[in-house]
């Protein structure tokens, strides 16, 4: 394994692969060779480059993680694919449904996985939701509410994040919401509407709260709440939640105390689960299982649950949400 990018991210999936136990993490590489070094040192990775195409050479990587500012994304994930190399791309994907396109159509042509990081589907509250829901549990599922609100401080110290252009809120986190939406509903997005700008954030050029309804084909409703303007000083990191309303029954996860709630008119269950552990040094949980879903996916071929196909839904989606906003009326969303 490549890692390419060594802030949070690429050092945190870093440490997901090593704790696997199935890939060995080779390298690190990003453009300044002071965080190339310092990434490698702080995940015990035993070399470093700032020379992707060098990386890209090595026909001892198989596969590399792409942890870059997003407006990198697509041409790194082109360069991968035409060098032989598997991807597993940070969200947002990219920025353009014409990105989104081009890394798709160059991952096929060279026979290579492309798997998107939307980390919460290999969450265990989630899977489970999605258990119970495809079992028919809560029967049809008709409202999805979710919520995502992170402390203003995140943005500090984060200048590819001060742009208007990189979509703001949702773009960068709500993809997140906006791809479990559509996972738990099961349904293609037909409408969707937003009201979002710098609400509280206004000396910097970030949208910071958006605020957005979804119409699905099977004429489920959802909702979704994302800002960037909770205190710096929150103690919770990312508080997030969401539930989903069948007509049978409700499931309800907290992402902060961590259960799955079910409630059903025959009674109610609580299931307990663990999203985000990180103990000695290693990281498991969701991106554990998101790393590992990568492995298996490369070792037999299949589909990622997180394909390009999920990626570019959610992008456009996220960027018909802008539309919106800007025009003050629900947009349609097409085929993709």
């Not at 870059?68 to 791309?89: F, I, N, S, W």
């Not at 069948?246 to 109610?268: C, H």
């Not at 649950?305 to 906003?325: D, F, N, P, V, Y």
């Amino acid at each position: 394994m490549g890692i390419v990018g060594g802030g949070k991210a690429g050092r945190n999936l870093a440490l997901a692969f090593k704790a696997a136990g199935r890939a060995e993490v080779a390298v690190f590489c990003t453009r300044h060779e002071d965080s190339a070094r310092e990434a490698a040192r702080w995940c015990d990775v035993p070399h470093w480059t700032t020379d992707l195409e060098a990386m890209l050479a090595d026909d001892s990587i198989d596969a590399l993680v792409i942890a870059t500012p997003d407006e990198y994304h697509c041409e790194q994930t082109v360069m991968a694919a035409r060098a032989g190399k598997h991807v597993l791309c940070e969200k947002p994907m990219c920025r353009s449904l014409e990105e989104a396109e081009r890394m798709i159509e160059e991952a096929e042509r060279h026979q290579v996985i492309l798997m998107i990081g939307f980390t919460e589907r290999y969450s265990h509250p989630c899977h489970e939701a999605k258990r119970r829901i495809d079992e028919g549990e809560i029967g049809t599922p008709r409202m999805i509410l979710a919520r995502r609100c992170h402390p203003r401080s995140i943005v500090r110290g984060r200048s590819w994040l001060n742009d208007l252009e990189t979509g703001g809120v949702l773009n960068y986190a709500g993809t997140h919401n906006i791809d479990l939406i559509c996972w738990f509903m099961g349904a293609r997005p037909e409408r969707v509407y937003a009201e979002m700008g710098q609400l509280i954030l206004t000396g910097q050029n970030f949208t910071d709260g958006a605020v957005m309804t979804f119409r699905f084909s099977n004429g489920g409703i959802a909702a979704l709440y994302e800002t960037f303007a909770y205190p710096g000083r929150y103690p919770h990191g990312v508080d997030r939640n969401i539930e989903i309303l069948g007509d049978r029954g409700v499931i309800k996860i907290d992402f902060m105390s961590q259960p799955l709630m079910m409630y059903t008119e025959e009674g109610a269950q609580v299931v307990d689960s663990i999203t985000w552990p990180a103990a000695g040094g290693k990281i498991g949980g969701a991106l554990q299982a998101e790393v590992e879903h990568f492995i298996r996916c490369i070792e037999s071929g299949e589909r990622p649950l997180t394909s390009g196909a999920e990626g570019k839904l959610a992008l456009q989606i996220a960027l018909a949400a802008r539309e919106a906003a800007q025009s003050g009326k629900a947009v349609t969303i097409g085929k993709v």
